[in-house]
């Protein structure tokens, strides 16, 4: 798989360089360290990739890209609610392929939750990944051993 990736690069089918955009929320940083990693990732592949919080793009015109990667955290037994509303409020995504990454603290992930809501995007699934937050969730520092080869699996699968 990495010699094929070596020889070919990241292309899409058009044989254009990868685009990615990541939209993503967070409250103490966990999740933001998460999304910054998987864009320096991605580029690392040759990928062209775009990060927004969700207040910095606009879920009724979202820009072109090859997959999209929503990430946010579990809160109030629920998808974090900005998220929650811009899934809701996305249009033309139709057929358009995604990842999703969810952070919690508790023992249970919500992945679930938002595959429910793009799929009612009508949009693909491609690859999810949950990390369980510990008890630094605060300071921005929650993520658990191994989470970077966690996301660098995830990041195969996109
Ligand atoms: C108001 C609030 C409610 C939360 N509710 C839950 C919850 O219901 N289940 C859970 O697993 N974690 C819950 N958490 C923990 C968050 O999931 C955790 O703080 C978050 O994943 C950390 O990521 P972030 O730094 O990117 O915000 C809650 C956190 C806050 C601040």
Not at 37 to 49: D, F
Request: include cysteine; proline fraction near 2%; glycine fraction near 8%.
């Amino acid at each position: 798989m990495v010699n094929y990736l070596f020889i070919l690069g990241h292309k899409s089918h058009f044989g254009e360089l990868m685009k990615y955009v990541i939209v993503y929320w967070s409250r103490y940083g966990n999740g933001k360290k998460i999304v910054d990693y998987l864009a320096k990732k991605l580029n690392e592949k040759s990928a062209e990739t775009q990060i927004f919080k969700t207040d910095e793009a606009d879920p009724a015109i979202m820009p072109g890209a090859d997959l999209y990667v929503f990430s946010a955290p579990t809160e109030a037994f629920n998808i974090q609610k900005n998220m929650r509303k811009f899934m809701k409020n996305l249009q033309g995504m139709e057929e358009k392929k995604y990842g999703i990454i969810n952070t919690h603290c508790m023992n249970k992930n919500w992945l679930q939750k938002m595959e429910n809501l793009l799929s009612k995007k009508k949009m693909i699934k491609v690859a999810g990944v949950d990390f369980q937050i510990g008890k630094d969730a605060k300071t921005g520092n929650g993520l658990m051993e191994g989470w970077e080869a966690k996301l660098d699996e995830f990041v195969g699968k996109i």
